[in-house]
């Protein structure tokens, strides 16, 4: 066994005894494995993201000889770079910072890559990629699994599982269908005329926005993810799930039929259809057993009357209605107050927003039945429109969308629609 051969060892095996040794000194500890599980995931499609900018880029090469490849980068490498970044922070040094973590390991690349000239040739500008590598590669990947860790930053969690989602169907798993079957990989969509190409991708938008929205509902109602290890603590029947109980599921599959046909690719539909045979199966049994055991007779109930997969037009309520204060004196608030009344509201209650203390309210604010936090301006729009129907529901969550929102907000109060002073 020569050199080379010595070190494409260590590069799998190094990592994963560091990773084994770490698990069996430091121990586990709650949330440990759904913080690796998401670390790892982000990694993957973001380290061959990487790899492909280095073919562009040209950071490093390298040495030839390797008996399998994953876009021009050894396996064996790819493989112990995905537990280096992805499982050992997680599993060796869980209570450090993030910044603290993503320098340590930095630095060691750092020290490895030039020691590895049997393997990786490095060529002057090296440290460009390294940087790129650690930006979009390391440093997510520690937000993601600490704050999963720590039940920390719901949020921006949140935010990266959803970028996570995107990664894997939308970019992993065609390039492992470009990688091991014949096909002219994204040839078909980038030869597209550019009006066709632009419109194909805001219908794309458009099928991901009812999952995207569901993922925040999650967050903002039911305060966790949809990770399995990670539920939400309540159950969530508001948002895009008063007309359907599996919304993410549903978006996730027409998205990927939707990509499909851009890529015009026949795997990726049969990814598509696994994926629909899973969630109607397994997933779909766990959800029940487990949403059946934790929520109990609200569960069943809300089960009765929305549907798996076919969104109802008219949303679910249960309870009491939420409440949206809405001046009569104010103009603008006023007009907006007439056009919600002249709708079929359900489990919406409009009040006066002057029946409040004096100086206690300056937006229309919505107040959620549950309890959750009140919002205010766009987001109570936002939120109003989800007691119209369906159509009015999914405009309400593009309104809301995150930073979306805050543009809009920022663009009614920039034309003098901003906040108003009201007297009791």
Known sequence: MNRADLVRAAAIYLPLTAAVIARLLVGRHPRQFVACLLSILWTIPSLLLLQICNQHAHWWSFAPGYAAEFRGMPLELFLGWIILWGLLPQL???????????????????????????????????????????????????????????????????????????????????????????????????GLPSWLLQTSLQLIFLLALPGNSAVFEFVDRGRGTPIPYDPPQRLVTTGIYRYSANPMQLSAMLVMLAWAALLRNGWMVAAASTAFLYSTGIAQWDEKQDLADRFGQPWHDYRASVGNWLPHWIPYHAGPSSIIYVSRTCGPCSEVREWLERRRLTGLQIVDAETLPANSISRVRYEPADGTPAVEGVLAIGRALEHINLGWALCGMFLRLPILWRIIQLLIDASGLGPRQLPA
């Open 92 to 190: 060796a040094f869980p209570r450090l910072g993030i910044i603290a973590s993503a320098a340590l390991l930095a630095a060691l690349d750092c020290v490895l890559m030039p020691i590895s000239t049997s393997i990786v040739i490095l060529e002057s500008n090296w440290l460009m990629g390294e940087a790129l590598g650690v930006t979009i590669v390391l440093f997510p990947s520690l937000c993601l699994g600490h704050w999963t860790s720590q039940n920390t930053n719901l949020r921006a969690r949140g935010a990266l599982q959803i970028a996570t989602a995107g990664l894997l169907f939308l970019f992993l798993i065609p390039e492992i269908i470009f990688a091991t079957r014949d096909g002219n990989g994204w040839t078909p969509m980038l």
